[in-house]
């Protein structure tokens, strides 16, 4: 071990979390409707498989641009060899026009602004990488998504600080929350830099209010330090209230050319929008020219490759395609998103009010068997083995109440999500029974044994007069 260095041997990469042992469990164990019925149901990996049929159907009526074709001649060879880090033009221009016709086109983004990652992994440590240094801190409001630990703390050496929301007002940012964070952070000798933000959010599925935004815009003006929103799930927006790009917040308050424009940084990604996690498109816009060209340098780490952003640029540029399929898209998602709550609802659970992403943000508080975190992961750990649905638990996300669960609905088939709904109810209703029969057992337990005769001849009295 010796011979190893300190990265490779440390335990800050949060592998151990629950949130990947439960995909370890479903590799190891996972279902298939023919081969086996009986695994796990994979409800912790947040995947869009739900509008695949459109993409397959472009490619088929393109065969151009899946074919490496210019013009009907091939261009494989072009693609194949060296690109340098800028990316190709024809692909950022369509990159920023889609992501424009996501936010309803309010918002414009110049291309020269935009650097290409391998995925928004990639986009979201590359940023911290340029804008702290190893012990300074970011501010990430609770509950958020586990793979933080890992893609902003782990090679950067940066510091989370948690922002404290609760269940008392839908898991909102509040001022106070944001202060007392920023306190903390000071009473553990942390520089703050920064503050990240998902919206919509993952986990809880729900966009950021405009008095959100609005307050975030305002703290870190007065703070003087970063904002990161990372915005890609914001074609997943299936119902109102709409999403708000924090640009046209910045927009609205005509902060374009001041400090605060340039300390706005967006993290966006085709992984959601497009279901297209495996071609590692990720992207970071800045108005801030020196971290775009520190970000464009360390991006040589984490390339596009050529030959995904030909096929995409075409892909992207197709008006009629992109239209199509943003609305379509997002219909398929509120269905869905219908069905799973209807599902949750019919074994007795409650959700969050959600109107976007690829989940549901789940109320399992009244099946545990204690308000602890203990608790929550005894009954993960049942849902896992027994019911065989790999969710994830609150604790994952370091959501501060035990009982919440985040749950995905987009990554499997309809059938499949039926499936696992009856296997929770199933659960669950055999959960009640136990728990009211255990009450009833204690009940008896601490009665006199005249109690019991009196109940027995009271019993026999009405069954006699039916």
């Known amino acids: 071990m010796k011979l190893l260095s300190r990265k490779a041997t440390c335990n800050s990469h949060g592998q151990n979390s629950s949130y990947f042992l439960g995909w370890l469990e479903y590799e190891n164990n996972p279902y298939d409707e023919v081969k086996n019925p009986k695994g ?30 210019k013009d009907g001649q091939s261009i494989f060879r072009e693609l194949a060899l060296f690109q340098d880090y800028h990316g190709l033009p024809a692909f950022k221009q369509a990159l920023v026009d889609f992501m424009s016709e996501i936010r309803g086109n309010k918002v414009t983004f110049d291309p020269s602004n935009l650097v290409l990652t391998a995925g928004a992994t990639s986009a979201n440590e590359t940023l911290v990488f340029c804008l702290a240094e190893p012990g300074e801190a970011f501010l990430l409001p609770t509950p958020y998504y586990p793979g933080f630990d890992r893609d902003l703390k782990w090679r950067t050496g940066v510091e989370i600080v948690p922002i404290q929301c609760t269940s008392s007002n839908g898991f909102q940012i509040t001022e106070t929350a944001l ?15 920064g503050v990240l933000v998902t919206n919509p959010s993952n986990p809880l599925g729900t966009t950021m209010s405009h008095t ?20 890609i799930y914001s074609g997943t927006v299936f119902s109102s209230p709409g999403f708000i790009s924090i640009m046209e917040i910045l927009k609205e308050r005509s902060f374009e050319d001041t400090e605060v424009w ?78 799973l709550v209807s599902g949750l609802e019919k074994a007795g659970i409650s959700c969050l009010k959600s109107n976007a992403g690829l989940f549901c943000w789940v109320d399992m508080r009244h099946l545990l068997s204690s308000n602890t975190f203990e608790a929550e992961i005894e009954l993960w750990k049942k849902i896992v083995y027994d019911v065989k649905l790999n969710i994830s638990p609150g604790s994952s996300c370091h959501c501060t109440e035990p009982g919440w669960f985040r749950v995905c609905f987009a990554n499997m088939s309809e059938e ?5 709904m009856q296997r929770l109810k199933a659960f669950v209703d055999s959960t009640t029974k136990t728990n009211h029969q255990s009450i009833e057992n204690s009940r008896r337990k601490s009665l006199p044994k005249w109690v019991f005769r009196l109940s027995f001849d009271d019993r026999e009295t009405v069954h006699g007069e039916r």
Not at 56 to 66: C, R
Not at 294 to 308: E, I, N, P, R
């Open 40 to 69: 796990i149901i994979q409800m912790g990996l947040a995947e869009n498989q739900l509008s695949f049929d459109l993409l397959e159907s472009w490619l088929a009526k393109n065969p151009d641009a899946a074919g490496f074709k």
């Open 179 to 193: 202060e007392e964070a920023y306190q903390l952070a000071q009473k553990r000798n942390l520089k703050v830099k």
């Open 212 to 231: 959100e935004l609005n307050l975030l815009v305002n703290f870190i003006s007065a703070k003087n330090i970063h904002l990161i929103s990372d915005e």
């Open 262 to 339: 340039n300390r706005v940084h967006i993290v966006y990604s085709l992984s959601k929008d497009l279901g297209l996690p495996g071609f590692r498109v990720g992207a970071i816009y800045s108005n801030d020219d020196m971290v775009v060209a520190a970000a464009t340098k360390m991006s040589s780490f984490g390339l596009v490759s050529s030959q995904t952003q030909y096929l995409l640029s075409a892909m992207l540029s197709d008006k009629k395609f992109t239209k199509n399929y943003i609305s379509e898209n997002q219909k398929r998602l509120k269905q869905r998103h219908k069905k």
């Open 416 to 420: 499949t999500l039926k499936l696992s």
